[in-house]
């Protein structure tokens, strides 16, 4: 059974939560879970938050829900993705 990793450091958001399938080779793909009522699907809704690599022990960012992208450090990301923000000098400074 697939278990978020231990130093997670992420609470769920309120209405969410987080599950975790295998993506390939030793890399597990961390979703999250939406629990909303959405108006046009019955279907449950999930976003990939990113992947973990069991064998390095390294967080990735995603670049689509079926592929990693780069490592990232996990204090840079939020609860609900490991996606890096891209921004200028200026927006860096307004949003630090």
Do not use: R
């Not at 999250?32 to 690599?53: A, E, K, M, R």
């Not at 990301?77 to 490991?82: E, K, N, Q, R």
Request: glycine share 4%.
């Amino acid at each position: 059974m697939l278990e978020l990793p231990t130093d997670f450091p992420h609470e769920p958001p309120e209405k969410y939560s987080y599950s975790v399938s295998h993506c390939k080779g030793n890399t597990i793909a961390i979703w999250l879970q939406h629990h909303q009522t959405f108006c046009y699907t019955s279907d449950p809704v999930h976003t990939i938050w990113g992947y973990f690599d069991t064998k390095k022990g390294h967080y990735l960012a995603p670049i689509n829900s079926k592929k990693p992208g780069k490592v990232v450090n996990i204090k840079d990301t939020t609860p609900y993705t490991a996606m890096q923000l891209n921004l200028n000098p200026l927006e860096h400074a307004l949003y630090a």
